[in-house]
């Protein structure tokens, strides 16, 4: 037997997609890209399907699937397109590993699709648990499927329980860098501009997960995706502001201890543990040095200014549906924002607005988060055009 993970990634394009094939690429006789997709970077994904040679690629938008294609018919890829295509791919026998990196809601179903062909998660996509939470974590639990987070946070947080899974939590405490409008108010905040929003202090993301951050809705939906992956209640979860990025989160257990993960801000990191977990490999990437750095700051978040944090914590106090109806809204916010159709601060009064006038269910099914998606954003829209 193969000794080889082959992982398919989908996103391979995006931030993490590209640093995941950075990891590959450094340790061949571990890992294989077997799976490669993309929504429109049809360039970027060429280039990648011709460098690693994976089993298949999908391009999701079927506009570009001749020219993919016909400049891949040389080589021996299978080349895919469309939506229900990305769900399909991770049921394939040689899938070893599925890396979800896909940007927003898009990721719900190719990940429950890979969960119930009993394929592991490696989780890059927050907005799965945001969305599904409780049914995701229940299917993983029925069909004995292990979830590894990705993000920096919530990899610091697995790492501190390894050796300490039968030790209660009595509470996490997730770090934020406080983004690029750290310390700034209201006034200041009415006139930003997505440029500069765009210019994180720290990590180099792509632009939705960069606007997340600078409205700490980024921090909001990893409090909901950590209630799902560490079981934990909405009082269990904390909020730390840490400009330096250097302790990615911290666990402390009921005897008063806390453990922390620290490293440079770089997501190779916590993307090769989760693809290696449990074991841990070599790595060349820079290390972090104590005399570089001889203040570690934290502060509270500025919930009244940044409102985003607060309603994401309303949402997962209120449970049922909210946190859909929340992801949905901000996707639609952050999309009209980043086209300077809405400005920073109207984001938070659209996702609040939409969360107010959503229908809310306790126990929705797939169907209804399904349903709740695609009536938020329908009234996002109807809100965007009025502001």
Known sequence: MSTIKRVAILGSTGSIGTQTLEVIQKHPEKFQA?????????????????????????IGNEAWYPEVKQRLSKYPIKVYTGQNAIASVV???TVDIVLTAL???AGLIPTLKAIEAGKPIALANKETMV??????????????VNIYPVDSEHSAIFQCLVGEFHNPIEKIILTASGGPFRG???????GVTKEQALKHPNWDMGAKITIDSASLMNKGLEVIEAK?????????????????????SMVQFEDGSIKAQLGLPDMRIPIQFALSYPDRIKSAFPRFDFKNYPNLEFEQPDEKTFRNLGLAFQALKKGGNAACSLNAANEMAVAAFLRDRIGFLEMSDLIEQSMEKIGFIETPSLDDLIQT???????????????
């Not at 939470?133 to 004995?144: C, F, I, Q, Y």
């Not at 700034?184 to 009415?190: G, T």
């Open 103 to 105: 940007v927003g809601y």
């Open 184 to 190: 700034k108010d209201k006034k200041f905040l009415a």
């Open 373 to 387: 998606d695609k009536e938020t954003r329908k009234l996002s829209e109807e809100i965007i055009s009025r502001i």
């Open 91 to 93: 049921e394939m026998e």
């Open 228 to 248: 799902w992956l560490f079981d934990l209640k909405t009082e269990q979860i904390d909020v730390v502001v840490h400009p330096q990025s250097i302790i990615h």
């Open 131 to 144: 969305v599904a939470g409780d049914l995701v974590t229940r299917r993983a639990r029925e069909k004995a």
């Open 34 to 58: 077997e799976i490669l997709t993309a929504q429109n970077n049809k360039d970027l994904l060429i280039e990648q399907a011709i460098s690693f040679q994976p089993n298949a690629v999908v």
